[in-house]
């Protein structure tokens, strides 16, 4: 694997001291933190949220407080914002043998919430967070880990604009806002696509290629997207423009490749939108043929800017492997797969299936699945644009048999029209994958209540360094 440049983001997490030595510093109420009135006091974290947050009581109330684990002390500054109370970490004073230290400040995480605690740590969090959501139905295997739980992601997007000395710098919003906090990488980020994103940040200054201005609408570049094929070793990259006049494009993209020569696409997408989109509607191929490919399960699918791709493949391929393993499918079954996307799991699944019905609401997507399915051979898989709940109502009006269900749908998991017209279908197997086990564990509820029987549960770690899990449930008539 390439290494980073030398800005301390490959720079592993290690011990701190146990003890940290405590301040003679009294309790005091003050200005902190941008001008917030607060109070100091000190705590010690009593749990866990779902989210990975520290608990601390205080005053008789309940409050979370970010990078804090269980068992430690700490001094945390309280403000009040609205009818509501506020905990910021402060100061660690007795830490816990569960922490490392964040390869990054904490601000600068980008989305990894507990990249604070040892891998162990987390796992035994995500578990828990299972296991306390899936106690109506039973206990969840233990939870799928991964071997090297960094550098896993395959998809990198960073946002453009300038800061109070209006330089040029990318990096993610910070919570809850639209200031951008200037990134070099992420561990959990593909190390190739950290560097070109920095790479194309110093061509921007040196093409004046200005960030674009929400507030004014004035400007040109918004995000850059790096998608990487982590088996094929293909490099997509995308400049995301408020606009199409690309001034000098022809000598950036000489200049990008000239320092990128792995890459194998570039795009130009145009998003002139007002909404929290990346992508917009137009695009325009500068470099290459507008795509990459990737190997997952032994199939080879080809990946466009707009195409919805699991960013960890390599535990995506233990994720599917398992769900196909509970649908015990013997050569004869004919298979839904709901919420289908690029048509993934479905054609890996039709491998072992007698036949395989994606449906999916999305027409970009439901094109490249009959692409892929066209690319791998597979003569036993179609694909349907439609909503997935409609289409099986019609074929359960049409009585239409259909022995196994799988659905993977967004975080905010299913509806119930989705969920009767399943029920109406009468699956015999139904694997249900969910990226959101709250959401998850809402929809079997109502499942249940309809007659099915949740047999197996089976967490994963797909997304190592955060708080987020992905779960996958069978259930039977």
Wanted: one cysteine or more; hydrophobic letters at 35%.
């Amino acid at each position: 694997m390439s290494k980073r440049k030398n800005n301390g983001s490959k720079k592993r997490p290690h011990k701190p001291n146990q003890q940290v030595k405590k301040q003679n510093r009294p309790n005091t109420s003050g200005n902190q933190g941008g001008g917030k009135k607060s109070t100091i006091v000190e705590v010690t974290c009593q749990g866990l949220t779902n989210e990975g947050k520290g608990i601390i009581q205080w005053d008789g109330k309940q409050l979370e407080v970010e990078q804090l684990l269980p068992g430690e002390t700490a001094e945390v500054a309280i403000y009040k914002k609205g009818r509501f109370f506020n905990a910021e970490l402060k100061r660690l004073i007795k830490t816990s043998d569960d922490r490392v230290q964040p390869p990054f400040k904490d601000h600068e995480s980008g989305g990894c919430q507990i990249q604070h605690m040892t891998y162990e740590a987390q796992t035994q969090f995500k578990q828990k967070v299972v296991d306390d959501l899936m106690k109506p139905y039973g206990k969840p295997d233990p939870i799928i880990t991964m071997d090297h739980p960094y550098d896993y992601r395959n998809k990198n997007v960073m946002t453009f604009g300038l800061n109070k000395k209006r330089q040029i710098i990318s990096g993610l919003y910070a919570p809850n806002s639209h200031r951008i906090i200037p990134m070099k990488g992420s561990i959990i980020h593909d190390p190739k696509a950290d560097e070109i994103i920095q790479t194309v940040t110093e061509l921007a200054k040196s093409f004046k290629l200005q960030p674009y201005n929400e507030d004014t609408g004035q400007g040109f570049l918004r995000h850059v997207m790096v998608k990487v094929g982590k088996k094929s070793g293909e490099v997509m990259v995308v400049i995301v423009a408020a606009n199409p006049m690309f001034k000098g494009k022809k000598n950036f993209v000489k200049a990008l490749r000239k320092e990128h020569p792995e890459i194998s696409t570039i795009l130009l997408n145009i998003n002139n939108r007002n909404d929290s989109m990346v992508l917009g509607d137009q695009e325009k191929v500068l470099f290459g043929k507008g795509t990459i490919t990737d190997t997952l399960c032994g199939l080879e699918f080809e990946i466009s800017a707009k195409s919805f791709y699991q960013i960890n493949p390599v535990q995506t391929e233990k994720l599917y492997n398992e769900a196909i393993e509970m649908a015990e499918l013997t050569g004869k079954e004919k298979v839904v797969d709901a919420y289908c996307g690029i048509g993934t799991i479905g054609l890996v699944a039709s491998k072992a299936a007698g036949k395989v019905i994606g449906v999916e609401l999305n027409k970009d997507a439901v094109r490249d699945a009959i692409r892929n399915s066209k690319r791998n051979n597979i003569q036993n898989a179609r694909f349907y644009q439609a909503d997935a709940g409609e289409y099986m109502s019609q074929l359960a009006a049409q009585g239409e048999h259909i022995d196994v269900v799988f659905l993977d749908p967004p975080r905010s998991g299913s509806d119930e029209a989705f969920l009767s017209s399943l029920v109406k279908l009468k699956p015999s197997r139904v694997v249900y994958i969910s990226c959101n086990p709250e959401t998850q564990a809402r929809d079997l509820k109502y499942l249940v209540k309809k007659g099915y029987e949740v047999k197996r549960m089976q967490p994963v770690d797909m997304f190592p360094q955060t708080s987020h899990i992905e779960s996958i449930a069978l259930l039977t008539r």
